[in-house]
């Protein structure tokens, strides 16, 4: 990435950390998952209202890091009103792009995810931007599989 480019992704993760997207709280949710990432201490809680096959409104509650706050900003702008298999498949984009594979595609409209792709020169970082989308895709599942017992901690470490 040439100077400028870092720069102006530097920028678009600051606004994002400085002034996060989602932080209105929902007076009702059907979807709650709270993530953690253990090797660098990030939270996050997350809760969503979807009607129907659409996300309604989304509150985000990130307690972390610059990259891990502003990847929960982002998260939030980008998946407002679209639906369940739109953001499946955002969240998955998201996953490639910080996994340095390179087919992932982002509808045109999300640029500011495109800053995310600098965080792969960091390994360590990855989990941080990986923690808001691993914690909406787990509640999405929860959702389909209409559990009612939304109390488990996401974890950003692999499984075995």
Known sequence: ???SLDDMY?????DHYRSPRGRKPLDKANILSDGINPSCGDEITLSAQVN???VEDIHVDCKGCAISVASGSMLAEAVKGRSLDEV????QAVRKILKGEE???LPEELEDIESLRGVRQ???RVKCALLAWVTLLEGLDKLEKSQTDNSDTIST???D
């Open 103 to 105: 087919d992932a595609k």
């Open 122 to 124: 960091f390994p360590v």
């Open 1 to 3: 990435m040439t100077s």
């Open 157 to 159: 470490e692999e499984k």
């Open 88 to 91: 499946r498949q955002i969240a």
């Open 10 to 14: 530097r920028e678009v993760i600051l």
């Open 52 to 54: 129907g096959d659409i």
